[in-house]
């Protein structure tokens, strides 16, 4: 990521993306739901942790350990310093397509991370989580996705790329927050560069996910009053009984 962004402004203006903080609410909330009442112990497994946005959350949670993964070196350094003082985090510098552990986590998330990963290392990425996550274990994902368009014909692709980033550009305009609106405009040279930025549609995620083998949910954040420029969604995937 720190190859086409500033990582310290994304650090810190971020947060303030359209739909971002509910987004990560509604990943809690599932979170939470399916542990119970009880909140018994359990193993999270954080795939492209990035500066630690959502870290920070999990490590609020009791009862949890947590294993935060992030390959890019700005990244990580950041990350560090934000989870020093967190004791129930584990941090790894590593690839969340190849990372696991012998022992298999009860949940596995991932945070405005996914789009990221190359989509031609999709599956391999997604064949990971499977191999990472316990029988009865979740996979939590919060991600950015384009509208409905034909994959193999650029210029469709490309318009769809420019509709939802414009639309989140024209957000943090109105409120006011230029480094937010140059973040986007950075990421959005970054996808028609295909470089580090590989946003895709649910339909094509989804592909993804029944060509692995999982069942899925999904919900979209927002923007909730049109379907025609993509979106933010959060989908909760399981291994098949």
Not at 148 to 157: A, I, M
Not at 158 to 173: G, M, P, S
Request: proline share 2%.
């Amino acid at each position: 990521m720190s190859n086409y962004i500033d990582v310290e402004e994304y650090d810190q203006h971020e947060e303030k993306h359209a739909y971002y903080v509910d987004m990560m609410a509604e990943m809690s909330r599932i979170l939470s739901k399916h542990r119970g009442d009880d909140a018994k112990p359990c193993r999270v497994l954080e795939l492209g942790a990035g500066t630690g946005i959502f870290t920070k959350r999990l490590a609020k949670i009791p009862n949890i350990q947590v294993v935060s993964v992030e390959i890019d070196v700005q990244c990580f350094q950041i990350l560090k310093s934000h989870m020093r003082n967190h004791p129930s985090v584990e941090l790894v510098r590593g690839d969340s397509c190849s990372y696991c552990q012998e022992a298999q986590f009860d949940y596995i998330v991932s945070s405005f991370a996914d789009h990221h990963i190359k989509t031609e290392d999709k599956h391999r990425y997604l064949q990971n989580v499977w191999r990472n996550l316990q029988s009865d274990g979740l996979f939590i994902v919060g991600d950015e996705f384009l509208r409905l368009h034909d994959s193999n014909n650029h210029d469709d692709w490309e318009a769809a790329l420019q509709d939802y980033h414009n639309h989140i550009i024209a957000i943090a305009l109105e409120q006011g927050e230029e480094i937010l609106a140059n973040l986007e405009r950075d990421a959005l040279k970054s996808g028609l560069e295909q470089n580090g930025d590989f946003k895709i549609s649910c339909s094509q995620y989804e592909e993804f996910l029944i060509q692995t083998g999982f069942a899925f949910e999904r919900k979209k954040i927002g923007p909730l009053n049109r379907d025609d420029i993509g979106g933010v969604y959060v989908y909760w995937s399981r291994l098949p009984k």
